[in-house]
């Protein structure tokens, strides 16, 4: 297991390793660009190869990037649907210039509309996204927490996606904070493996290629994407103990997206925090 951390790409993405190192971050997340804007950034070969350089000298790997926060396979908007696939595209061939395993992103929302009925929409996007970008690249679901509708509270709703696109490429990213918000009691061991049974049943622990490891503001089945430093939400310490004991994580890098001590993102104290939790457990 790795433990990493969403850390900006300000200034050029092969700041980025430079960042992570600092904070003792493992494995990397980062934005292509503005996660609030379409636009996209276009990087030259330089900072790529720097990226790349920075990657294998220290070991921070594996690397991903997040899709933009304005991405919505389920909208009802025609304008926004075509926007959504193309700024996917362009962070999947960014992850191919880079060398980053895939982008991962929320769904959306369908406004009240139901699953089934947007379900057809998102197969046609996320087949169109797949076969238009390079295919040493994954396009990666995340779960969410529930709130205003949003696609992937429930793991049936992820192995829909996954079973009827078909595609090997299609994998999945667990937010910590967001199962505990949408129901999924991580924090108990009982709860947590019969979340993992269900995920293992409805999507497939092959299909795991990343958690997103956030303690949580919101109480179990609160519905609100609200993250917390770890060990000062509802999940707590003992819940992470649980979390990195289980055995379907072992081998998953682990990506911290906490406010951290500052306000600053995820800090070098949240780093350890889950390091010393993961090396207790292994009893060094």
């Not at 009802?76 to 980053?100: F, R, T």
């Not at 992937?152 to 910590?176: H, M, N, Q, W, Y």
Request: aromatic share 6%.
């Amino acid at each position: 297991m790795k433990i990493g951390a969403h850390v900006s790409a300000s200034g050029g993405v092969d700041k980025a390793i430079g960042r992570a190192e600092q904070i003792g971050a493992e494995a990397i997340q980062i934005f292509g660009a503005s996660p609030q804007s379409w636009r996209r950034k276009q990087y030259g070969q330089p900072e790529i190869d720097a990226f790349r350089e920075g990657s294998a000298n220290t070991g921070i790997e594996p690397a991903f990037l997040h899709g933009v926060y304005l991405v919505n396979l389920a909208t009802s908007n025609p304008d926004n649907l075509v926007k959504s696939a193309d700024a996917l595209i362009h962070d999947m061939q960014v992850c191919h210039q880079i060398g980053a395993k895939g982008v991962i992103f929320h769904v959306g929302s369908h406004r009240g509309s139901g699953f089934a009925t947007v379900l057809p929409q998102i197969l046609g996007s996320v087949s169109l996204i797949v076969e238009g970008t390079p295919d040493d690249t994954w396009l990666i679901l995340e779960n969410s927490a529930g709130m205003g509708d949003s696609v992937g509270s429930r793991f049936a709703e992820l192995g829909s996606i996954i079973r009827d696109t078909g595609s090997p490429r299609i994998k999945v990213c667990l937010d910590t904070q967001h199962m505990f918000a949408s129901g999924y009691d991580v924090k108990t061991g009982q709860g947590l493996r019969a979340a993992m049974e269900e995920f293992d049943s409805e999507v497939g622990l092959d299909r795991l290629v990343a958690v997103h490891a956030n303690d949580s503001k919101c109480p179990l089945g609160g519905g609100v994407d609200r993250h917390e430093n770890i060990g000062e939400g509802y999940i707590g310490r003992d819940g992470f103990e649980n979390i990195l004991a289980h055995p379907a994580f072992a081998e998953v890098p682990f990506l911290l997206e906490v406010p951290g001590y500052e306000k600053q993102g995820p800090d070098k104290p949240n780093v350890d925090a889950l390091k010393e939790i993961w090396q207790e457990l292994r009893g060094l």
